[in-house]
């Protein structure tokens, strides 16, 4: 069991380009988060998938960020023209279908998005 | 939305306890959980409690009482190693989404 593979580790982007993050979660999990730490603000939830679909997206800022699930394998993140105040480190994290418990959340390693 | 509270740092003495308090205030509740977090790494699942009292668990022990919004995690014959952040999360009713609280730095002095 690899755990929750985030890529890329790091991520480095200019004001007003575009990032993308990938999320693998653990196999067989059917529920997917999107965090985002940083020290000002700590850890905070954007969204939620549960068994592929959007359930929850309201710690999303909307206007430039999406999420996305295609496929129960992977889960994506796009951010449009990035600005300084996203550089954070995103956290994926997965666990068993949590309607039934699943209270239990295994977090990847993180992607650390600096905007410069 | 859910309020939860923790101090920023805690200070403690390598084979003695830390006790590290959380706060909340929800408009659901459906347990809380604890994560450390190493600098650089990611959070790894302590444990979650749901009912009023004290869960033994070992080395890391946790107390909850929802009619006062409060938790506490509680971490024996402390090791250097234990120096690290612990973080409070409730988790929200509805979805089970978790709301963190900002961490607690705990540092273990020989």
């Known amino acids: 069991n690899a755990g929750v593979i985030q890529t890329p580790r790091h991520k480095v982007t200019g004001k007003g380009q575009e990032a993308t993050l990938w999320c693998e979660p653990i196999s067989g999990h059917s529920a997917v988060f999107w965090y985002r730490q940083t020290i000002v603000q700590g850890l905070e939830f954007l969204t939620y998938?549960?068994?592929?679909?959007?359930?929850?997206d309201s710690g999303m800022p909307k206007e430039r960020f999406s999420a996305q699930m295609p496929n129960q394998s992977h889960s994506t993140l796009k951010i449009q023209s990035t600005q300084p105040q996203d550089s954070a480190v995103y956290l994926c994290?997965?666990?068993?279908?949590?309607?039934?418990?699943?209270?239990?959340?295994?977090f990847g390693p993180g992607t650390r998005l600096t905007v410069l | 939305g859910q309020g939860v509270e923790q101090p920023d740092n805690l200070m403690s003495v390598e084979g003695t306890f830390a006790r590290v308090n959380c706060t909340y205030s929800?408009?659901?509740?459906?347990?809380l959980s604890w994560y450390q977090q190493r600098e650089g790494h990611a959070p790894v699942f302590l444990s979650y409690v749901v009912l009023d009292g004290l869960k033994d668990s070992g080395h890391f022990s946790t107390f909850l009482s929802r009619s006062n919004g409060y938790s506490y995690l509680l971490l024996t014959e402390l090791q250097i190693k234990d120096s690290a952040s612990y973080l409070c999360?409730?988790?929200?009713?509805?979805?089970?989404?978790?709301?963190f609280g900002s961490g607690t730095k705990l540092t273990v002095e020989p």
């Open positions: 999360a409730v988790r929200e009713p509805n979805y089970n989404v978790l709301y």
């Open positions: 998938f549960r068994n592929q679909a959007p359930i929850d």
């Open positions: 994290a997965s666990s068993l279908d949590s309607g039934t418990g699943g209270y239990e959340q295994y």
């Open positions: 929800t408009s659901g509740f459906n347990g």
